[in-house]
């Protein structure tokens, strides 16, 4: 398995981590990925709203990288991956928005004619991987740890951009969860917004938001989170002392990036991991599945 790798802004930066570890992971199963390097950010949410030409532009340049490449991209971002998906959706269907989006791409010797499929990592790993492959390489279950699984919002709506699974009733995470010999919590708060997009507008509301999901998780049994973005896990782990405060209580919840805790599965250390990173420590799942 080849991919143009587009990791994102954050985990070239806040959550370095999350690319340090999706590579390491990557060579364990055997996927080669060709890291689109000149690729610039996605845009997030501010982009799409106040330029979406500009928007379609900055990911259509991606797609067409990748188009040259003759690969199809893997993210490990869930608003990147939305934006990605959307942006291919949108050029497929007009051709008078590609054709503009081509004049645009012009001006830097490149063009698209939609030809790239966008895969989040999650998605790989169950679908061009496989379940039954995964099991194979895991040399340290994690059983009896139990993981509430946290998708956010961009990994599942709108269903017809991503389509992957069910918006409002997912499983992916519960497999992915299960492959790796821990036991998945169910909560509702799993597929609501983590608050990170009005986290820099409205800190208050969104660490309730963020925390208010942690404590369900927690009161259901959860003993650590794993999501598949990084700017979840920002607003998750890195927030969860302010959510503390504004909540009154002690959540002390860990959350894994989603190849973390397949990492722990395939036998890496919490060093290769890059475990000490993270704010809210995870040293008891490591004491409890005898990891160091």
């Given at each position: 398995?080849?991919?143009?790798?587009?990791?994102?802004?954050?985990?070239?930066?806040?959550?370095?981590?999350?690319?340090?570890?999706?590579?390491?992971?990557?060579?364990?199963?055997?996927?080669?990925?060709?890291?689109?390097?000149?690729?610039?950010?996605?845009?997030?949410?501010?982009?799409?709203?106040?330029?979406?030409?500009?928007?379609?532009?900055?990911?259509?340049?991606?797609?067409?990288?990748?188009?040259?490449?003759?690969?199809?991209?893997?993210?490990?971002?869930?608003?990147?991956?939305?934006?990605?998906?959307?942006?291919?959706?949108?050029?497929?269907?007009?051709?008078?928005?590609?054709?503009?989006?081509?004049?645009?791409?012009?001006?830097?010797?490149?063009?698209?004619?939609?030809g790239v499929e966008v895969k989040h990592?999650?998605?790989?790993?169950?679908?061009?991987?496989?379940?039954?492959?995964?099991?194979?390489?895991?040399?340290?279950?994690?059983?009896?740890?139990?993981?509430?699984?946290?998708?956010?919002?961009?990994?599942?709506?709108?269903?017809?951009?991503?389509?992957?699974?069910?918006?409002?009733?997912?499983?992916?995470?519960?497999?992915?969860?299960?492959?790796?010999?821990?036991?998945?919590?169910?909560?509702?708060?799993?597929?609501?917004?983590?608050?990170?997009?009005?986290?820099?507008?409205?800190?208050?509301?969104?660490?309730?938001?963020s925390g208010q999901h942690l404590k369900?998780?927690?009161?259901?049994?959860?003993?650590?989170?794993?999501?598949?973005?990084?700017?979840?896990?920002?607003?998750?782990?890195a927030y969860q002392t302010v959510a503390?405060?504004?909540?009154?209580?002690?959540?002390?919840?860990?959350?894994?990036?989603?190849?973390?805790?397949?990492?722990?599965?395939?036998?890496?250390?919490?060093?290769?991991?890059?475990?000490?990173?993270?704010?809210?420590?995870?040293?008891?799942?490591?004491?409890?599945?005898?990891?160091?």
């Open positions: 398995m080849k991919f143009a790798y587009y990791p994102g802004c954050s985990p070239k930066s806040t959550t370095s981590e999350l690319d340090n570890t999706t590579k390491k992971i990557a060579e364990k199963l055997d996927i080669e990925l060709v890291e689109l390097k000149e690729a610039s950010c996605c845009g997030s949410v501010e982009v799409r709203l106040r330029n979406p030409d500009l928007y379609h532009a900055l990911n259509a340049r991606t797609l067409a990288m990748a188009e040259k490449l003759g690969l199809n991209i893997l993210t490990i971002c869930a608003t990147c991956q939305l934006n990605l998906a959307e942006v291919n959706k949108n050029l497929r269907e007009s051709h008078e928005l590609l054709e503009r989006t081509n004049e645009v791409l012009s001006k830097v010797n490149l063009s698209y004619n939609g990592l999650l998605w790989v790993l169950l679908e061009d991987v496989g379940v039954e492959k995964l099991r194979d390489k895991v040399v340290k279950p994690l059983a009896s740890v139990k993981v509430a699984p946290f998708y956010g919002c961009h990994i599942l709506r709108p269903k017809e951009i991503l389509g992957f699974d069910d918006p409002y009733n997912p499983t992916s995470l519960e497999s992915f969860i299960r492959t790796c010999g821990a036991e998945p919590v169910h909560y509702s708060g799993k597929t609501k917004c983590c608050g990170f997009h009005i986290l820099f507008v409205n800190e208050k509301l969104a660490t309730k938001m369900e998780a927690k009161d259901n049994g959860a003993e650590c989170v794993v999501t598949p973005c990084p700017l979840c896990h920002t607003t998750l782990d503390n405060k504004e909540l009154n209580i002690k959540l002390d919840l860990p959350v894994f990036h989603l190849p973390q805790l397949l990492g722990l599965a395939l036998g890496m250390d919490s060093k290769e991991l890059m475990l000490s990173k993270h704010m809210v420590s995870l040293k008891n799942i490591l004491d409890k599945i005898g990891s160091v």
